[in-house]
């Protein structure tokens, strides 16, 4: 029988807060499409989420930084599992340093993973949505897009630039029963940020007021919600989950 659960597809699905989002979202219902890099680790990383009795749950291999790709991307998951109702913008990677030593390479790899990519993914999906009068697109932001990071001028650029998309999206589907909002996490217990070395590290937990990393299903949760009907007059707006850090 056809797919006939609503259809959530979320970028970086298999990365440390991506699981924790495709499992929350697959909790409430959806048919949940993860999109990934690595192949070899998307099939062992599905497999898991098998085990764990998640069974509805698929993936998808776009390179989101290729527009065409994108749009070839998305119009697949429509003909295999059905039009797509929610949009999580999660795919991220970092490559810090500071001004002085980064190279355009480090620059440009940022900003067309992280920024270039939810338009790519957002321009893939928002006719889709319009035609059908329905949508939630959730872009996973960071705190360093609102405060800035000493080493991240290119991820701090990236995730503000979500901001400013996201604010104008929302202006422009807001009467045609899509939001369009960002979740700001803050620093999370994830691979991305136990890359930061051990020293730094320990001096960013202790600016934390809640003395710990925050959880990947923390940031789930909150996704999960802007994901629901519940959620309807939110929209252009970010949720910081960031353990008191900064405030915005
Ligand atoms: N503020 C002010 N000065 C700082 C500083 C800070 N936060 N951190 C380092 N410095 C100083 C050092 O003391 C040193 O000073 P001197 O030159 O006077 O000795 C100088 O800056 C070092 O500069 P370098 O260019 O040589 O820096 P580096 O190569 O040693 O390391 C870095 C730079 C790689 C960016 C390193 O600081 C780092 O990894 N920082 C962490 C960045 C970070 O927070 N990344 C978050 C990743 S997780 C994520 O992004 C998820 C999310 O959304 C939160």
């Avoid at 699905?13 to 192949?39: E, K």
């Avoid at 490559?95 to 957002?122: A, H, P």
């Avoid at 006719?127 to 990071?149: A, V």
């Avoid at 809640?210 to 299903?217: D, T």
Wanted: charged share 15%; net charge negative; hydrophobic share 40%.
């Amino acid at each position: 029988m056809a797919n006939q659960a609503p259809v959530a597809w979320v970028t970086g699905g298999t990365g440390g807060i991506g699981t924790a989002i495709c499992r929350s979202l697959a909790d409430a219902g959806y048919l949940v499409v993860a999109g990934y890099h690595n192949p070899d680790k998307a099939k062992i990383w599905l497999e898991t989420q098998q085990a764990d009795g998640y069974n509805n749950i698929a993936l998808s291999g776009v390179d989101l930084s290729d527009h065409n790709a994108c749009l070839e991307g998305a119009r697949e998951i429509h003909e295999k599992h059905g039009p797509i109702s929610v949009l999580v913008n999660c795919a991220g990677i970092t490559r810090d340093g500071t001004m002085k030593k980064m190279s355009y390479e480090q620059w440009y790899q940022v900003i067309d993973t992280n920024l270039n990519s939810v338009f790519n993914t957002c321009r893939s999906v928002i006719e889709g949505m319009l035609e059908n009068g329905y949508g939630r697109i959730i872009n996973i932001s960071s705190i360093n897009g609102r405060k800035g990071q000493f080493g991240q001028v290119n991820y701090a650029a990236a995730k503000a630039g979500m901001h400013g998309l996201t604010m104008s999206l929302a202006q422009e589907t807001a009467t045609k029963g899509i939001t369009v909002n960002t979740v700001s996490p803050g620093y999370i217990a994830t691979d991305m940020v136990m890359a930061v070395p051990e020293k730094v590290r320990e001096s960013i937990i202790a600016q934390i007021p809640a003395g710990r990393l925050g959880e990947p299903e923390e940031i789930a949760r909150c996704v999960a919600f802007l994901a629901s009907d519940d959620a309807g007059f939110i929209n252009g707006s970010t949720i910081s989950a960031n353990g008191g850090q900064f405030f915005v």
